[in-house]
């Protein structure tokens, strides 16, 4: 089993910034780096969405979602097992539950989950 553990600092200004982290441990077969890594997350009253995704291997390929370009960017530190999200810019519609998420092949690994809040 992987156990994936979110942490970082949840409240902010307008304007502000955060990094979000995402501790994995556990039964991680074939290696962290394997592992596509995302973030996604849970407006109140919302469904969840996908924030940015970093590919598996050395290319690191990234994808954000439309509100998350320019502001957002996720990386990873395989030898340490963590990603990370360093949100900038925030508004008050970033506040949510934010969700990290390694996947490999058909396995999906989600994080508990960690409140951002921002407020004006």
């Known amino acids: 089993q992987v156990v994936i553990v979110e942490s970082g600092e949840g409240i902010a200004q307008t304007g502000g910034s955060l990094r979000r982290s995402c501790k994995a441990s556990?039964?991680?077969?074939?290696?962290?780096?394997?592992?596509?890594k995302s973030w996604y997350r849970q407006a109140p009253g919302k469904e969840r969405r996908l924030v940015a995704f970093?590919?598996?291997?050395?290319?690191?390929?990234?994808e954000y979602a439309d509100f998350a370009k320019d502001r957002f960017i996720i990386s990873r530190n395989n030898g340490l097992k963590t990603a990370y999200l360093q949100m900038n810019r925030l508004s008050t519609e970033d506040t949510g539950v934010y969700y990290c998420?390694?996947?490999?092949?058909?396995?999906?690994?989600w994080g508990q989950g960690t409140q951002v809040t921002v407020s004006s």
């Open positions: 998420k390694a996947s490999i092949r058909a396995k999906d690994y």
């Open positions: 556990g039964n991680i077969r074939e290696g962290y780096s394997s592992y596509t």
């Open positions: 970093i590919n598996s291997g050395n290319g690191g390929l990234t």
